[in-house]
């Protein structure tokens, strides 16, 4: 009885947070929405749209994040040479951006005035700007959530065992062979986890979209726009708690794929 009260007197605070800052908000916002909000998501072409788009962005961002942010973490974790430290410092870099700031980065880099623009006009052929479209907002999500799940992959990389890899290639295994039989299973919880994060960043993310995405219809922007611009609360609850939950279902899946590994 005793340790019973110990445990709830030690948990109670958690408890407290959890009910007043996730629970009770997440409620309001799921009544908030009321029916006309709900029905509103699934009879305007646009909402729907957007929220699928924002999921699709978000799955491409997080494929694309895998297989740059695995490749690097291997070399990192498995590689020492004179500079790897100057090199994790500036690939964690932008962990100290906000979303707003990568956006411009972007724009600097693939807007009207950018770099991009102005090598392709001095090579004579047409200004090429992709800053405000997919393929400039991916850019921007990659370049955003690369940090977050290197240093992860890097973790579980430096884990692995190599003895291991050194049975494979004893056996005969070709390098690609150990990659795919020893390195990616070995691998394969903190991939999920870290995809679960991407992916929920990535869905998430206003200050990169908000940046870039002009021509694009994201969610966390036609949230924006629905709750300071057109006042209309009930659409914009209803299109936040859709995208909590899309978004919960995408981390818990992914938590049972890597064995309760996923945040």
């Not at 479209?133 to 799940?149: D, E, K, M, Q, W």
């Not at 995405?213 to 726009?225: G, K, N």
Request: hydrophobic share 60%; proline share 4%.
């Amino acid at each position: 009885m005793h340790d019973r009260l110990r445990a709830g007197l030690l948990i109670a605070p958690a408890l407290a947070v959890f009910l007043a800052f996730f629970l009770i908000p997440l409620g309001y916002l799921a009544v908030a929405g009321g029916a006309g909000g709900y029905s509103a998501i699934l009879t305007e072409p646009r909402f729907l749209r957007s929220l699928i788009s924002t999921l699709l962005v978000a799955a491409a961002t997080t494929a694309i994040t895998l297989f740059i942010a695995t490749i690097m973490g291997l070399f990192l974790a498995r590689v020492r040479f004179r500079g790897r430290s100057t090199l994790l410092a500036l690939l964690t870099l932008p962990l100290a951006f906000p979303g707003v700031v990568v956006g411009y980065l972007v724009i600097m880099l693939a807007g009207r005035q950018g770099l991009v623009a102005e090598v392709s006009m001095a090579l004579g052929g047409d200004r090429i700007v992709f800053a405000y479209s997919l393929a400039g907002l991916l850019l921007g999500y990659v370049y955003f959530s690369i940090p977050r799940t290197l240093l992860t992959l890097m973790a579980a990389a430096e884990k692995l065992d190599p003895r291991l890899e050194e049975a494979a290639r004893s056996l005969g295994a070709s390098p690609f062979g150990v990659l795919r039989d020893v390195l990616l299973p070995g691998m394969a919880p903190a991939m999920a986890a870290a995809g679960a994060i991407c992916f929920a960043t990535a869905t998430g993310a206003f200050g990169t979209a908000f940046a870039l995405a002009s021509r694009i219809d994201v969610l966390p922007m036609v949230i924006y726009t629905q709750f300071t611009l057109q006042a209309n609360l009930a659409v914009a609850a209803a299109l936040s708690f859709s995208l909590g939950i899309a978004t919960w279902a995408v981390l818990a899946l992914a938590r049972g794929a890597s064995g309760g590994a996923a945040a």
